[in-house]
């Protein structure tokens, strides 16, 4: 092991640490990673070891009609990542040892929950009838809540492949990703995988796409992505199928930033697809979006780790480091271009819709500054969040972000506390509103007729609102057809207007409702994947607004309204949803030593309340006979102790309870 100078000083010094060797190559990796954690001022000493040294890659033989861009779509746990464990396996971009390793999943939360949250690159050399090919692969996750990855993984593509399980066949977030790439006119290569499985039935699967998506069955590839079955035939494919990249190298440079991350040593790594013309180190080359000119420092492709190379061409996909220093410089769907040849942008994205909003605190708010840096750095890897400043009485400074999902919303919150070590406070939930405003001075305050809610405490009342407007989504369920009458039941109970019933094969039905948003954001899937044993899946896609009678209703704590609880509900809705709610916080806040009301109110009239009762004490527990006027006075000291203890006393509302209490428990 190489090592840089002083960094072996360094580590007779600390020789009190024990040890541990990697099991896979016998190097001390594994330890001085863990060391570097431990030890803060060990962070400016980096291993030479640990990236490549030598620029060793020509890529210039590879021209425009050798190169493959493709990505890899599917629902979630089809078999996305395992398949590309066995086509980087195959090409040699890893070894046998990492073998359904899921190389790609590389965050901690991908391997604790064992499904991809963010898309990874990565390149690939493979000979097709003796002529080297370079095969730029991104393998996108298949969740709904993480949609913006994959179709910003599509643009820097001109193909993808299709994965349907062998043994549950098409699912809705199937159908949703075949749409994205449809509508992108990419290559579309069905593959079948699991079909080891012992209830596989590839046939119902290849009629169910040539049905639902009019693709020939013979154009269906049959895999184990697990075992390596036929996986050589996807390679060729791909090559076959799959048309090259129309981008020339003489061309001026067109580079799309379609994704970027933050590196503590060298800023910015913005991950590029050349669109035209090369690009190399020393080259100096302009931001669209912010017009700054920046030097190229590092440039090379990911196998899946960085290998710098000396240059970049047309049609490849890669990396490159040009001394961004700053987080708001590195913007995703921005074009970089040469200095001395301007071009006109890319169109880059469409930007990302949040469909959930939460509130997020720091526990301190001595931790608000770090707190905003981890935030920043983490949104600039996940540019689908969005960020605004926010305060509360209660909980002080902090930010209201707005989410693709429920399930993004956690996965963000787990890679704050993993990644950044920070520990924080997410209040429940809510939607966006729109709101027609009546009044003349508000719409000259807003500059607008129609406004966003986004925090249900600054709901407009409704004497200055002429209607509310509530989201709509289309949600497409695929699930089998003995399990349909109940899934009718569930969504009609959440406002839903069925728009279509198809019957894809013999046992499994597509239903598509138009749903509240509201209705289904918090704990729709998990009912719905509970009463169907798991078969059911669940896909939406945003649908713009409608009129709706909406209110705003306050969770009052011993008359005290507390803002991180305020809702907005539905007016038929507003009982059951107070007594649910009420109900929830009885089981969340711990008893006090005095007697807490829990209370919704809308204005100033309660709809429900519950109790929390005190902890009690037997004040007259060593009176053994004797004057009962001492009993009295003992009992009416209590009373008047309770008394002021409610008055004054603050009611803990642990963090826990501002998601559990928006959840129902439907029947």
Known sequence: MILQRGEAALLRHFSRFKLHRNKVDGSCLTFRHRWMKITPFMHGFKLMSTRPNKENVDLSVFSSDR????????????????????????????SATEKNRQVLDQLQVERERGITVKAQTASLFYHHQGVPHLLNLIDTPGHVDFSYEV??????????LLIVDANQGIQAQTVANFYLAFEAQLAIIPIINKIDLKNADPERVEAQIEKVFDIPRDECIRISAKLGTNVDKVLEAVVERIPPPAASPESPLRALVFDSNFDHYRGVVANVALFGGKVKKGDRVVSSHLKKTYEIQEVGILRPQELPTSQLFAGQVGFVVAGMKDIKEAQVGDTLFLQDRPVEPLPGFK???????????????????????????????????????DSSLALGAGWRLGFLGLLHMEVFNQRLEQEFNASVIVTAPTVPYKAVLSSAKLIKEHGSEEIIVVNPAQFPDRSVVSQYLEPIVLGTILAPDDFTGQILSLCASRRGVQKNMLYIDDHRVMMKYMFPLNEIVVDFYDLLKSMSSGYASFDYENAGYEAADLIKMEILLNGRPVEELTTIVHRARAYSAGKAMCERLKESIPRQMFEVAVQAAIGSKVIARETIKAFRKNVLAKCYGGDITRKMKLLKRQAEGKKKMRRIGNVDVPKDAFISVLKRKDK
Request: glycine share 6%.
């Open 67 to 94: 190169i493959r861009n493709f990505c890899i779509i599917a629902h979630i746990d089809h078999g996305k990542s395992t398949l590309a464990d066995r086509l980087l396996e195959i090409t040699g971009a890893i």
């Open 151 to 160: 179709s910003r993984s599509i643009s820097a593509c001109q193909g993808v």
């Open 351 to 389: 930007a990302a819709k949040p469909m959930v909003f939460a509130g997020m605190f720091p526990m301190d708010q001595s931790e608000y500054t770090g707190l905003r840096s981890a935030i920043q750095r983490l949104t600039l890897n996940d540019s689908s969040v969005s960020v605004q400043r």
